[in-house]
Nanobody, 122 residues
Framework: VQLQASGGGLVQAGGSLRLSCVAS????????IGWFRQAPGKAREFVLA???????YLGDSAKGRFTISRDNAKNTVYLQMNSLKPEDTAVYYC?????????????????WGQGTLVTVSS
């Protein structure tokens, strides 16, 4: 599986962005897709994930502001980010696995996209 993340950019605090993660492969619907982020000088952090059956799993940083969805016909997962804060500034990565994993553990995902930079100005 190859993943391509896109949609990052510069946005003011309080604004919104939608990130996309497009995957190759015919079995996309069987994959759990997660989003992680890494801010400068910090460890990579779990944001949220969605299972192949459309079950969302939200990390603490996502609750109340971020949502995740998938369109299996387009092999795409979307991360909708609202009410963005400067502390959301990071490179956002999508990752995939078809195994049972501990969601917040990045070392358990098998495939990674290249990342897309989100910058939130105050």
């Amino acid at each position: 599986v190859q993943l391509q993340a896109s949609g990052g950019g510069l946005v003011q605090a309080g604004g919104s962005l939608r990130l996309s993660c497009v995957a190759s492969g015919r079995t996309f619907s069987s994959y759990l897709i997660g989003w992680f982020r890494q801010a400068p000088g910090k460890a990579r952090e779990f944001v949220l994930a969605i299972s192949g059956s459309d079950m969302p799993y939200l990390g603490d940083s996502a609750k109340g502001r971020f949502t995740i969805s998938r369109d299996n016909a387009k092999n795409t997962v979307y991360l909708q980010m609202n009410s963005l804060k400067p502390e959301d500034t990071a490179v956002y990565y999508c990752a995939a696995t078809d195994r049972g994993v501990t969601l917040f553990r990045d070392d358990e995902y098998d495939y990674w996209g290249q990342g897309t930079l989100v910058t939130v100005s105050s």
